[in-house]
């Protein structure tokens, strides 16, 4: 089929299909308004591309509240693909019900009980779609995407951004409108054809005059669509024809009615049928057939050419010739036309795996309130929260409300819908939603505890904390012992507010409240766990000694619990107190949890805490692949807070890998996601600072560790951030002395308070920068002696580092060998350059010739992609093992580490591993 004026368009799509061809996987976005030719380049796409396996699938209006709907139209044809997927990924698509697998793989295979989450479902599509690519080059078109599901819209980008060395093409056509973003994808924009082609265009509508074709290209601006449909319902005899028509001509709007013009002349029973199809969207032409034969209708009523060209039917189902069409026979309806249909096709819906379409049929034939329906919504607003649909649960749960007659529960369902309305980011509507719930829940207790809890979390959320944490406490206290438990988990969000201004007194009350409400005798409730570990955070943050002891107390509990967070919480409460092999068992349980059922959220947030403990203890390049993928994760959340956290997290890894200018990208980044939390600026400032140090710019580390020192006066433990050494350390190299020793003394108050042994000797170090004469040695001494207390190897090396600087100055040459080798050996085991730099430099002050570690490759070689693949096969692991672990293809996997053998210089990946240091070991 040749395209009239898109020689451009269509050369750059065979471009693209070419390289898919060719194995390497590639995605684009088609953007412009209604009848700009998107489908049009679809099909044509399609017909060009007939030595690959074509799928497709359009967004319908009317089915953007349906859970993957869209993505179930997609991949539909790939199923009978399931049996040669790993049993996880088919275990995950048969939990998806996006047709009845069973008829396709083993009789005897039953769906997985289990819950779907959103990360498992990204991996199992990109794995069906990949597997499907290996046997013959995939392309995947999605028309009218803006009107895609959010589950489906989310796995198919996630899916299109991780598209490399796969022969798979995924095209996506959308109005130009917001409701679809995809950062990341190459975008191609449709505009208006030109006059020439508008002119040819035309030609093929019949006898329009010259003049008036001129006249109506430049009113239409171009737009096809509207060339070719406006010569069958507008009389175009003349240019004065044209004359009443508005310049620019309101393409969307003119359509609309040019099509309900034709519809007019139509036989009742024809219309009546064309409505049955619109409000059916995609579903089988068995379900249209069903529904019209319940109406009294034969599906011959479609017949007539088929009805006047707007629709084509195929052995599946009834496609409308263009979206505008739908809308118009939909909108040209009335109200007890639209009930009637939709009554229909909810009753045509007998397959379980149209349960989610027969409820939303069901709720669009439904005026005033029916249990029944609104327990059908509930029903479908769980299976979209199993498989990832936020929005479509959100929705079902809001209409449910609407359909509920009792006052208190549709108070609770509408607090239902708010949680998850919040979840996705739309607090406005939320809180619109909360104002109709307080009017209808009267003086029940429940009802009014989870509004207020609503309250609070939105609170949290805006940063205005305010009395509504005081309301909540009010409001529990006279209530049975469920509500009370209820208001303690919703206060103890109120956690996150102070937390986040280092205001630790407002951090500890609240806590205090949560734990008398959720926990009175004082001990870890096993319903509720994290009351008692936020209660031991604060009271850590505060230098109570009863927080160490809740902590431990909390150990038990936690790993009672199916993983949720409260290990991973717990475990950073371990990490302060220096218990650091429990808080390692801690985290590593909730992100082995996470990865096992696919939760996303889980899985960034024991990341991002894992970082933090590699680096205590050591091990930067292990923390940098914990907080990559911690940012990966993020990234897939789109939430701003998460990415800004994971910011932080990389900004502090690559500040000890003394990489200053990814330290400063990263910790801008964060600064600029969360400009007001303090925090992330906390953390982002001692980043910066402590990259300055290591390089030797004093200056520069005083003016960021002197603005994160401010933030934490409040904050008695000195291990959450440890800043003050660093400090202290930094004005003692630019000769400010007295301010040093001030820093300290305040540092040695907190360790005195919480004995911390890491701290204590970080202190002893500095106080031996600030002695003189014979009073040096022995501090060096006794901070080394602390450092035997604790595992913090970087620590220890910065000792020993600073001990060798000074036996060098008192000219000790060979006493300062041997701490000065010590610590160059630590630092460049650890990756952590910068500090390695001065010990090399004082170790050839001495003398001695020392050579940069050829062992580990430098980090900004590789991409972020590359180094996560790196490291993990330098671990051990297979290109199927990494491919499961970081989203990608085998065929990806191989392609990356392709690259990264050839930017290191390797051929082989027991190579690999030595360059890496790892500790693997392959077969000989």
Not at 478 to 506: K, V, Y
Not at 522 to 537: C, S
Request: aromatic residues 4%; charged residues 25%; hydrophobic residues 50%.
């Amino acid at each position: 089929m040749h395209i009239v004026g898109r020689e451009t368009e269509c050369a750059r799509l065979a471009a693209l299909l070419d390289e898919a061809r060719a194995g390497q996987g590639r995605s684009i976005v088609l953007r412009g308004e209604p009848g700009i030719g998107k489908t049009a380049l679809l099909d044509h796409l399609a017909e060009i591309a007939d030595d690959c396996t074509v799928v497709r699938a359009a967004g319908v209006e009317f089915e953007s509240e349906l859970a993957l709907a869209s993505l179930s139209e997609l991949i539909g044809p790939l199923f009978p693909v399931v049996r040669e997927l790993p049993a996880r990924y088919a275990d995950v698509l048969r939990t998806l019900a996006v047709r009845d697998v069973a008829q396709d793989a083993d009789d005897s295979a039953a769906p997985s009980a289990a819950a779907a989450g959103r990360h498992a479902v990204y991996a199992a599509i990109l794995a069906l779609l990949t597997t499907a690519a290996a046997r013959r080059p995939l392309v995947c078109l999605i028309d009218d995407a803006h009107w895609i599901d959010d589950a489906s819209s989310a796995a198919l980008l996630f899916t299109a951004r991780r598209l490399l060395a796969d022969p798979a093409l995924i095209v996506f056509a959308t109005r130009d409108v917001p409701e679809f973003d995809a950062p990341g994808i190459e975008t191609l924009r449709l505009e208006g054809l030109s006059e020439r082609a508008s002119l040819q265009l035309l030609a093929r509508s019949g006898n329009v005059p010259a003049l008036v074709g001129v006249r109506l290209a430049a009113l239409t601006m171009g737009n096809p669509l509207a060339l070719l449909e406006l010569p069958r319902v507008l009389p175009l005899e003349s240019a004065d024809s044209l004359s009443e028509l508005v310049e620019p001509l309101p393409t969307t709007k003119l359509l609309q009615r040019a099509f309900a013009a034709s519809l007019v002349s139509m036989p009742a029973r024809q219309r009546q049928a064309l409505l049955v199809c619109a409000a059916a969207g995609s579903a089988e032409l068995e379900v249209v057939a069903r529904a019209l034969k319940a109406l009294g209708i034969e599906l011959a009523a479609l017949d007539e050419g088929t009805v006047g060209g707007l629709v084509q039917i195929t052995q599946r189902m009834v496609t409308f010739r263009h979206p505008l069409i739908r809308s118009a026979v939909y909108a040209q309806a009335g109200p007890g036309e639209r009930w009637q249909a939709h009554a229909a096709l909810a009753d045509a819906c007998t397959s379980p795996k149209d349960a989610d379409r027969r409820a939303w049929h069901l709720a669009c034939a439904t005026v005033g309130p029916d249990e029944q329906v609104a327990t059908a919504l509930v029903a479908t607003a769980d299976r979209a929260r199993r498989t990832g649909g936020i929005v479509a649960q959100a929705a079902a749960l809001e209409r449910a409300a609407e359909l509920t007659g009792e006052p208190v529960l549709r108070a609770t369902r509408i607090c239902a819908a708010v949680t998850v309305w919040s979840a996705a980011g739309a607090l406005d509507h939320s809180e619109e939603l909360l104002d109709q719930a307080e009017t209808l829940a009267g003086d029940d207790v429940s009802a009014r505890i989870a509004m207020l809890g609503d309250r609070a979390y939105h609170a949290v959320l805006r940063g205005r904390t305010g009395d509504i944490f005081d309301m909540l406490v009010a409001e529990a206290a006279g209530a049975g012992p469920e509500d009370r438990l209820t208001a303690g988990r919703m206060l103890s969000l109120a956690m996150n507010a102070p937390l986040a201004r280092w205001d630790i007194a407002a951090t500890l009350e609240v806590c205090t409240k949560v734990m008398a409400l959720t926990a009175p005798d004082g001990r870890p409730n096993p319903a509720f766990p994290k009351g008692a570990v936020r209660l031991a955070l604060a009271q850590v943050l505060a230098g109570q000694p009863a927080g160490a002891e809740l902590a431990r107390a909390c150990v038990a509990v936690c790993e009672r619990h199916v993983p949720n967070g409260a290990c991973a919480e717990l475990a950073e409460v371990l990490m302060y107190i220096e218990d650091y092999s429990l808080a390692r068992r801690m985290i590593d349980r909730d992100i082995a949890g996470a990865r096992a059922v696919g939760d996303i959220a889980l899985l960034g947030y024991g990341l991002r805490r894992r970082a933090q403990l590699e680096i205590r203890v050591g091990r930067p390049l292990t923390a940098y692949s914990d907080a990559l993928e911690c940012a990966s994760v993020a990234d897939a959340m789109a939430q701003p807070t998460t990415i800004a956290a994971s910011r932080a997290t990389l900004s502090m890894v690559t500040a000890v890998l003394g990489r200053a200018d990814d330290c400063a990208a990263h910790a801008e980044e964060a600064m600029r996601l969360c400009p007001d939390d303090l925090e992330t600026e906390v953390r982002v400032r001692y980043a910066l600072g402590l990259v300055a140090l290591a390089g030797g710019r004093g200056e520069d580390a005083v003016v960021e560790l002197d603005r994160a020192d401010t933030a934490l006066r409040s904050v008695v433990e000195p291990a959450v951030v440890p800043v003050a050494a660093d400090l202290a350390e930094a004005l003692v190299r630019v000769g400010r002395p007295d301010e040093a020793r001030r820093v300290l003394d305040r540092l040695d108050a907190a360790v005195a308070a919480t004995g911390r042994h890491g701290r204590r000797a970080a202190a002893l170090r500095c106080r031996a920068l600030l002695a003189h004469g014979t009073a040096v040695g022995p501090l060096f001494t006794e901070a080394l002696e602390a450092h035997g207390a604790v595992d913090e190897p970087l620590e220890r090396a910065r000792t020993l580092l600073c001990q060798g600087q000074w036996l060098r100055r008192s000219r000790r040459r060979q006493d300062a060998h041997r701490p000065l080798t010590a610590a160059l050996e630590i630092f460049e085991s650890a990756e952590a350059r910068l500090w390695a730099e001065q010990a090399r430099h004082e170790l050839t002050v001495l003398g001695l010739r020392t050579l940069p570690s050829a062992d580990r490759p430098d980090l900004g070689i590789l991409t972020p992609q590359e180094w996560r693949i790196a490291w993990a096969a330098a671990q051990g692991r297979t290109s199927r093992e990494i491919a499961a672990e970081v989203l990608l293809s085998v065929r990806t996997v191989d392609y990356h580490l392709g690259n990264v053998y050839r930017k290191l210089g390797v051929s082989s990946r027991r190579a690999l591993i030595r360059q890496f240091g790892g500790s693997a070991e392959l077969p000989g």
